[in-house]
Antibody
Framework: QVQLVQSGAEVKKPGASVKVSCKASGYTFISYYMHWVRQAPGQGLEWMGIINPSGGSTNYAQKFQGRVTMTRDTSTNTVYMELSSLRSEDTAVFYC???????????WGQGTLVTVSS | QSALTQPASVSGSPGQSVTISCTGTSSDVGNYNFLSWYQQHPGKVPKLMIYEVSKRPSGVSNRFSGSKSGNTASLTISGLQAEDEAYYYCLSYAGFTTHVFGTGTEVTVL
């Protein structure tokens, strides 16, 4: 069965970077785009960007341009999302989600809580 | 890229129907039929309820239906049940591989 398993919770200081992983299993990794979504406490879902696991191409939401980097490792079927220059407002749960069909997300990771605090 | 606009909250009694709107622009909702809806219970992972405007994934109740007119999409929940109480988000393709979520709607079952 399809599974997306994310890395554990992180606590970071302002200005630091965080790298969250999302390990996929149960399907052909390179056949489905992967997205990253942020959800701040008590807030809505926010699209961060997309990575094509096949060639590694990416596209990021304008809001995160220059601060986010998405990569993948086809040998381990894992995608990564690195967010730099962290500030308190980046405290959130980050999800990876598999794109299915035209543009919907059929499987989601369990979420990774990143807390930014001095 | 601005978030799609949804009402903050809607409510209904058990058995009633509620409709949630999702308003975008001609660059996103109005230009593509790649519009999906997600249900999220507090503390849980979002769940796909509707894709490509009106299609239901396997296992999703037929009480959930979707439609679109112009720049506005809608999700209707018929025969409202207590378990439907959750947050709902729309998601639209916005061109050049970008996506945009709606602001989210809290559905309350009275």
């Amino acid at each position: 069965q399809v599974q997306l398993v994310q890395s554990g919770a992180e606590v970071k200081k302002p200005g630091a970077s965080v790298k969250v992983s999302c390990k996929a299993s149960g399907y052909t990794f390179i056949s489905y785009y992967m997205h990253w979504v942020r959800q701040a406490p008590g807030q809505g879902l926010e699209w961060m960007g997309i990575i094509n696991p096949s060639g590694g191409s990416t596209n990021y939401a304008q809001k995160f341009q220059g601060r986010v980097t998405m990569t993948r490792d086809t040998s381990t079927n894992t995608v990564y999302m690195e967010l730099s220059s962290l500030r308190s407002e980046d405290t959130a749960v980050f999800y990876c989600a598999r794109q299915w069909g035209g543009s919907s997300y059929d499987y989601w990771g369990q979420g990774t809580l990143v807390t930014v605090s001095s | 890229q601005s978030a799609l606009t949804q009402p903050a909250s809607v409510s209904g009694s058990p058995g009633q129907s509620v409709t949630i709107s999702c308003t975008g622009t001609s660059s996103d909702v109005g230009n593509y039929n790649f519009l999906s809806w997600y249900q999220q219970h507090p503390g849980k992972v979002p769940k796909l309820m509707i894709y490509e405007v009106s299609k239901r994934p396997s296992g999703v109740s037929n009480r959930f239906s979707g439609s679109k007119s112009g720049n506005t999409a809608s999700l209707t929940i018929s025969g409202l049940q207590a378990e439907d109480e959750a947050y709902y988000y729309c998601l639209s393709y916005a061109g050049f591989t970008t996506h945009v979520f709606g602001t989210g709607t809290e559905v309350t079952v009275l």
